[in-house]
T-cell receptor, first 115, second 111 residues
């Protein structure tokens, strides 16, 4: 499968625990985006990363949330001390980043439930 | 932060009807995309429009990019239940790597 891979697909955490969501972009893609989606709503931008760099994190909450895209390995969205309001679907998308007309390729999402 | 407004937010129609949904902004975009998302899945790209006034057709779907590259429309002819889903528009500024989404139009096509 050469598509964007996200795992886990479903994650259940209790309040105060940590959640780690992983995203492997499509082969050859160097740009990764994270979006959050609540039920019956659209996609809310969180963060845009290139390898080893955060380009735009204007959509990330200032506390408890962090993201990285290391030189090797998947991009990780980390949520510390989760609260019930963090329950949502988190989507990752990738793009090639060069000579690109803006298309994003999405994974199937990670659904976080905080009890 | 540019704002993309989609209308209507919800649309419920009978199979066979035609419909148009809209995506509007006060900003100029270098490109604009339409995606379709089904429940439990990620969005899937339908089309990219780049040139002002551009019209693209994908079977029963017709996409138009406004002359000023600030707005777009999606027209579906003879809608089918399989068209049911969330239709999202997304616009790119600055090197096409700064992507923002509208809130979407949730379409239901009843058999």
């Amino acid at each position: 499968n050469a598509g964007v891979m996200q795992n886990p697909r479903h994650l259940v955490r209790r309040r105060g625990q940590e959640a780690r969501l992983r995203c492997s972009p499509m082969k050859g893609h160097s740009h990764v985006y994270w979006y959050r989606q609540l039920p019956e709503e659209g996609l809310k931008f969180m963060v845009y990363l290139q390898k080893e760099n955060i380009i735009d994190e204007s959509g990330m909450p200032k506390e408890r949330f962090s993201a990285e895209f290391p030189k090797e390995g998947p991009s990780i969205l980390r949520i510390q001390q989760v609260v019930r309001g963090d329950s949502a679907a988190y989507f990752c998308a990738s793009s090639p980043g060069t000579a690109n007309t803006g298309e994003l390729f999405f994974g199937e999402g990670s659904r976080l439930t905080v009890l | 932060t540019q704002l993309l407004e989609q209308s209507p937010q919800f649309l419920s129609i009978q199979e066979g009807e035609n419909l148009t949904v809209y995506c509007n902004s006060s900003s100029v975009f270098s490109s604009l995309q339409w995606y379709r998302q089904e429940p439990g899945e990620g969005p899937v790209l339908l089309v990219t429009v780049v040139t002002g006034g551009e019209v693209k057709k994908l079977k029963r779907l017709t996409f138009q990019f406004g002359d000023a590259r600030k707005d777009s429309s999606l027209h579906i002819t003879a809608a089918q239940p399989g068209d049911t889903g969330l239709y999202l528009c997304a616009g790119a500024h600055r090197n096409n790597n700064d992507m923002r989404f509208g809130a979407g139009t949730r379409l239901t096509v009843k058999p």
